[in-house]
Nanobody, 120 residues
Framework: VQLQASGGGLAQPGGSLRLSCAAS????????MEWHRQVLGKQRELVAN???????NYADSVKGRFTISRDNARSTVFLQMNSLKPDDTAVYYC???????????????WGEGTLVTVSS
């Protein structure tokens, strides 16, 4: 199972970016999908998560600005980031709770990070 994230880049304060993360491989089912972020020298933090049924949860710092969504048919999770602030600058990582084909066990898989820089 692999997760491929894309969509990072440079945005101005107040601007928007949309991150995508597609899972591929021998997947039977994907449960929760999440976005985390990490600033150099700090702990990785949860930004948002979404259940298979679409229930969402957000960090207080991004509520009202970020929206997480998913496309179960394409095993993809998105993060729409609006009203970006310099404090949102970080490497963003996606995570998926995956039950691989042929198992009855859930594993956590992480994508490679994508850098988001918010600066004027």
């Amino acid at each position: 199972v692999q997760l491929q994230a894309s969509g990072g880049g440079l945005a101005q304060p107040g601007g928007s970016l949309r991150l995508s993360c597609a899972a591929s491989g021998s997947i039977f089912r994907i449960d929760d999908m999440e976005w985390h972020r990490q600033v150099l020298g700090k702990q990785r933090e949860l930004v948002a998560n979404i259940s298979r049924g679409g229930l969402t949860n957000y960090a207080d710092s991004v509520k009202g600005r970020f929206t997480i969504s998913r496309d179960n048919a394409r095993s993809t999770v998105f993060l729409q980031m609006n009203s970006l602030k310099p404090d949102d600058t970080a490497v963003y990582y996606c995570k998926a709770e995956v039950v691989p084909i042929g198992t009855f066990v859930q594993f956590d898989f992480w994508g490679e990070g994508t850098l988001v820089t918010v600066s004027s």
